[in-house]
């Protein structure tokens, strides 16, 4: 491959013909079998540079040239030299030579190794510094994990300007669609790649503090433009991943949506015209903070058992995820749900692990219905146990049939799946290409699991913590308005709720969460307006808490998942290529 060094130079005078004699030194056959070219930019220099770099020139047949005379800075040097570049492997190497030419072919190797983007990192394991200020490592390090907690990059050090990228990534960004003039383009650079499904690594690299020269970072001054820079990127990589995660999880159009979203008010407008807006309010206006923070943190703990459960579902068929990436994929899940009706959410979760784990999005899939089945099961039982032990109405009876009867209902719709998933797949594969190979993945998780009685019972046991803690949420937010719920009482209302959510007919339940609570607890004498404000309690405290941190989770997999639909994208067009190349020669 052909190997560039786009190399900024600001009165280095001091640095380069060491910088060139390093590098031709270190980079040259046996140890280094690729064309090299040393693309010294001199920028805007005062000193000796300019003349400096011409001699470099004339001596050394790597050497090449570029001098500016307008628009001074870093990152305008470093585009020129983006855009003069003839290598197939591009990288930008500091003019003071804190760079180490012997890094050069662990970069060339990655990109060899088939990834487009390979991060110098001076902070992973192997990597190191020498003679690093202070304050700029602050800088450095807060910046750095900023970015890894909102783009959801792994590596430790994206901004350091010491990355190789192939040609094509530098193509497709366009030079001149850069919009840094100064030290940020170490930032907007990689993530751009980043935003844009480029594949990359971290490869351990060496800094050392220059020994002649002034460096011409002022990082405390600089701080602002990068955190600027870095807004930008967030705004403009959360449209781009946003909006090709969410058109693959969305069908039936805006209208549906909002028609679904409108049903949900009208149902709590009904509510509240039969408790008074007043009533309704002036309970809301007396509730007690604390007891709202603890519901929030108990159903937050589901979410731990939610992620325990679904990794022993997906170890069963056969796959590993991580818990952080099957946590983020259930947070991301929930939030689309309450979003969007039609269980969405469901899909969101399956296109979540594939895009960021690797898990076939038919495996999750069925293990998603196995998941609801569980519930269903539990949910009848606990309500089973209740009626027949503490009720004597016929309420109980008709709650726990209606568990189980949707989980009879999702068993045979999986059990049809399964055992007509050829014909299934003759019928639509015509309008769904993925839909053979995401059965096949279908079968195989729901064979694994028959074929493994044990782990079913785990997760069937594991969805016992999910609903009691679940319905604990309900008793601290009634205790956040003063009430001491029986705890029968309590249980009856929480499932009565948890059973209209697993019909989605508004998003989250919104409305029908609220009317479930409030009839059922008028049952027991609590008044309908103390009822509903129970449920608006409860049910904000969980909106409030799928919201903000499913939507941090929904980010994170907008960014993880941008390779995936990359690859996606590249696969259709070759296929769509191919048919009309197949069409023409007919």
């Known amino acids: 491959m052909f190997v560039s060094l786009v190399v900024p130079a600001h009165n280095e005078v001091g640095n380069l013909e060491r910088l060139v004699d390093s590098v031709t030194s270190e980079l040259s056959p046996p140890r280094f079998d690729h064309e090299l070219e040393i693309l010294l930019v001199d920028d805007n220099s005062t000193d000796e540079t300019p003349g400096l770099c011409d001699q470099l020139e004339r001596e050394y047949s790597s050497v090449t040239v570029v001098h500016r005379h307008d628009n001074p800075g870093f990152g305008n040097a470093v585009k020129e030299g983006l855009s003069t570049a003839s290598g197939d492997i591009i990288i930008p190497f500091m003019g003071d030579l804190s760079d180490s030419p012997s890094d050069v072919p662990k970069l060339v190797e990655a990109i060899e190794d088939g990834y487009d983007v390979a991060y110098g990192s001076r902070f992973t394991e192997g990597g190191s510094v020498d003679g690093y200020p202070p304050v700029k490592l602050l800088y450095n390090r807060s910046f750095n994990n900023l970015i890894r907690l909102l783009f959801g990059i792994r590596s430790k050090d994206v901004t350091n300007a010491f990355t190789a990228y192939r040609r094509e990534v530098i193509e497709e960004i366009g030079v001149e669609t850069l919009d840094s003039d100064s030290f940020d383009i170490t930032a907007e650079l990689p993530l751009r790649a980043h935003i844009l499904g480029f594949t990359s690594t971290e490869v351990p690299v060496t800094w050392q503090s220059r020994d002649a020269g002034v460096s011409k970072l002022d990082a405390t001054r600089k701080g602002p433009v990068y955190l600027k820079r870095l807004s930008d990127l967030f705004v403009t990589g959360n449209l781009v991943g946003l909006r090709d995660l969410l058109s693959a999880i969305t069908s039936g159009g805006p209208l549906r949506i909002v028609g679904a979203a409108v049903f949900g008010i009208a149902i709590l407008v009904g ?9 309704v309010f002036q309970t809301l206006s007396d509730a007690q903070p604390a007891w709202i923070l603890a519901a929030a943190g108990m159903y937050g703990s589901t979410f731990a058992f939610r992620t325990w459960r679904f990794r022993v579902l997906l170890r069963t068929a056969g796959h590993m995820a991580s818990r952080g990436g099957v946590l983020r994929s259930i947070f991301t899940g929930w939030f689309v749900n309450f979003l969007i009706p039609a269980r969405a959410g469901d899909v969101a979760r399956g296109l979540a692990l594939k895009s960021t784990e690797d898990v076939p999005f038919g495996v999750t899939s069925g ?39 949707l989980a009879l209902v999702l068993l045979v719709g999986l059990v049809v799946l399964v055992q007509l998933d050829e014909r299934i797949a003759d019928r639509f594969e015509s309008r769904f290409p993925r839909i053979r190979e995401g059965l096949a993945g279908l079968r195989h998780a729901v064979g694994s699991l028959l074929d493994n009685p044990y782990a079913l019972a785990l997760a069937l046991f594991l969805s016992l913590p999910v609903w009691l803690l679940e319905a604990s949420t309900l008793f601290l937010s009634a205790r956040a308005l003063g009430v001491s719920l029986d705890l029968i009482v309590g249980l009856t209302a929480s499932v009565a709720a948890f059973l209209t959510q697993a019909v989605p007919v508004t998003p989250g339940g919104l409305g029908t969460y609220e009317a479930a609570i409030a009839g059922v607890l008028s049952l027991f004498s609590i008044s309908t307006t103390l009822g509903t404000s129970i449920g608006l309690i409860d049910h904000f405290m969980r909106l409030a808490f799928v919201y903000i941190l499913g939507a941090i ?12 639909f990359r690859d996606r994208s590249t696969q259709d067009s070759s296929s769509s290529n191919a048919n009309s190349q197949s069409f023409t020669n007919k």
Request: charged share 10%.
């Open 553 to 564: 989770s929904t980010v994170h997999i907008g960014f993880r998942s941008r390779s995936y």
């Open 271 to 279: 509510l509240f015209s039969l408790t008074g807006f007043e009533g």
């Open 367 to 405: 293990l998603v219905v196995v998941e609801r089945i569980l519930d269903m099961l539990m949910l009848g039982l606990l309500m089973g146990i209740v009626t027949l032990m503490f009720l004597s109405n016929s309420q109980g009876r008709f709650l726990a049939l209606a568990a189980f009867g």
